[in-house]
């Protein structure tokens, strides 16, 4: 089992469920260290202290939020773990609202909640029941590594499972990121949806959705250990200018067919009726208005940052 990253409580109104957080993920990737060229010895970093000019044990290092250049304000944690904070302690349900509603972008890390000892069966298995009758999440507050935070909670193989969601004001405003306005023909569109079809799967399993990467550099690393070729690296698809948008799409669909072993014969796309030719209207002379420029107050939703441990 992984270790416990943090113990508290679900307060689900007046139902209090203890629990155990541990981790929902695991990470694969290889990881590296750094070392001299010249003699392979290792490079680390050593925590030294400005002043004294001397490395520093652990047990001498503390965290503290710096004021000014010259004065800092030590903090426990003792101090982190006693804020006066509901959420400190408990995974503060606030509400229930359906999955759909809630933005992806604003979904992170994942964290299994293991109950408690004997006493946390019976309620955790009351809430786990109730959200899966339900079809909804919970959003919930807690307080963890010096701030708090939003969750969501969720049943998953009836294990309740704990994401960590970012506030509103951390999801910056796409707008800015829109491309310049063009036409999409219906016809288009609905080569793209039998494209679409094409590459629907059941399930996001199988050889198609692994880690190719890491198996990369554990290629390198075997052919480097046993002192062979390294692996030739294919050579990349040259994207082809678009000139026929439909011409391409046909050409994708029968693409993935053949991928899968399907006839790739030409796409069914479906086309759209044609639209009815509207009759010329008799353009009226314009109104002369005049028009009062209001400069646009524009204003924040941010909230204020919060102190952050050093």
């Known amino acids: 089992m992984p270790r416990t990253i943090w113990s508290g409580a679900i307060s689900f109104g007046l139902v209090t469920v203890p629990i155990h957080v541990v981790s929902a993920t695991e990470d694969h990737s290889i990881r590296f260290h750094q070392y001299h060229l010249a003699d392979q010895g290792r490079i680390r970093y050593r925590k030294v202290c400005e002043l004294e000019d001397r490395e520093v044990p652990q047990d001498e290092i503390g965290k503290g939020y710096e004021l000014t250049t010259t004065q800092v304000v030590p903090v426990t944690d003792e101090d982190l773990s006693n804020l006066p904070l509901p959420t400190a302690r408990a995974i503060e349900i606030d509400g229930f609202v359906p999955l759909e509603s809630v933005d992806p972008i604003r979904i992170s890390d994942g964290y299994y909640l293991q109950p408690a000892g004997q006493v946390a069966a019976k309620p955790y298995q009351l809430l786990v029941k109730a959200l899966g009758r339900s079809a ?81 550099i554990a290629e390198i690393i075997e052919a480097k250990r046993e002192e062979k070729p390294l692996p030739e690296t294919p050579e990349p698809e040259q994207p082809a200018q678009i000139l026929d948008l439909m011409a391409a799409l046909q050409e994708s669909v029968s693409k993935a067919k053949a991928s899968r072993g399907q006839d790739a014969g030409p796409a069914e796309v479906h086309e759209l009726p044609a639209p009815k030719k509207k009759t010329a209207a008799k353009k009226q002379p314009a109104r002369k208005t005049t028009t009062k420029k209001t400069a646009a107050k524009k204003s924040s939703g941010s909230r204020p940052r919060r102190p952050r441990s050093a």
Do not use: C, N
Request: glycine share 4%; aromatic share 6%.
């Open 136 to 216: 909804k999440v919970a959003v919930a507050k807690y307080a963890w590594s010096g701030r708090e935070r939003l969750g969501l909670l969720r049943v998953k193989d009836d294990v309740l499972v704990l994401h960590a969601m970012r506030w509103p004001d951390e999801i910056r405003d796409p707008a800015e990121l829109l491309p310049p306005p063009v036409q999409v023909s219906d016809e288009e569109i609905e080569g793209a949806l039998a494209l679409m079809d094409t590459m629907t799967v059941d399930e996001l399993e199988g050889p198609a959705f692994h880690d190719r990467y890491t198996e990369a």
